[in-house]
């Protein structure tokens, strides 16, 4: 099986329960790693067979913009959906991260992993 990832990609939300997090977007990290749905691009070095991964980050950012999500939970799953739906992908582990949202601790995410029914 081959797995496709992805690094600290900066996607922009309004996420949060607090007054203070619904007013602006917040920029979020978020790391993929993604199980191909076969081997057809490494066998032909055709994009059509590929996850063009350049679509994909349009796509969830365009999710995460648009979304009004309270919980980084919520978001999460909404993006592993999209990923599952609309792209060659048989599994997605998606982390996203909130930075700075609390004195003293860096980061603080969500790490699910989703797979398509088989």
Same mark, same amino acid.
């Given at each position: 099986?081959?797995?496709?990832?992805? /690094?600290?990609?900066?996607? $922009?939300? *309004?996420?949060?329960?607090? $007054?203070? =997090?619904?007013?602006?977007?917040?920029?979020?990290?978020? !790391?993929?790693?993604?199980?191909?749905?076969?081997?057809?691009?490494?066998?032909?070095? !055709?994009? @059509?067979?590929? *996850?063009?991964?350049? $679509?994909?980050? =349009?796509?969830? /950012? #365009? *999710?995460? /913009? @648009?979304? @009004?999500?309270?919980?980084?939970?919520?978001?999460?799953? $909404?993006? #592993?959906?999209?990923?599952? #739906? =609309?792209?060659?992908?048989?599994?997605? +582990?998606? /982390?996203?991260?909130?930075?700075?949202?609390?004195?003293?601790?860096?980061?603080?995410?969500? !790490?699910? *992993? +989703?797979?398509? !029914?088989?």
């Amino acid at each position: 099986m081959n797995t496709l990832f992805l /690094r600290n990609i900066q996607i $922009d939300s *309004v996420i949060g329960v607090y $007054d203070w =997090e619904r007013t602006n977007p917040q920029t979020l990290l978020l !790391d993929l790693d993604l199980s191909l749905a076969d081997n057809q691009a490494g066998l032909t070095d !055709d994009l @059509q067979y590929a *996850v063009n991964y350049a $679509d994909l980050v =349009e796509k969830l /950012r #365009s *999710v995460a /913009r @648009q979304s @009004q999500r309270h919980l980084i939970e919520a978001l999460a799953e $909404d993006l #592993s959906a999209c990923i599952l #739906s =609309e792209f060659k992908v048989k599994k997605v +582990r998606l /982390r996203l991260i909130k930075q700075g949202i609390l004195s003293k601790v860096s980061e603080v995410g969500i !790490d699910i *992993v +989703r797979q398509k !029914d088989q």
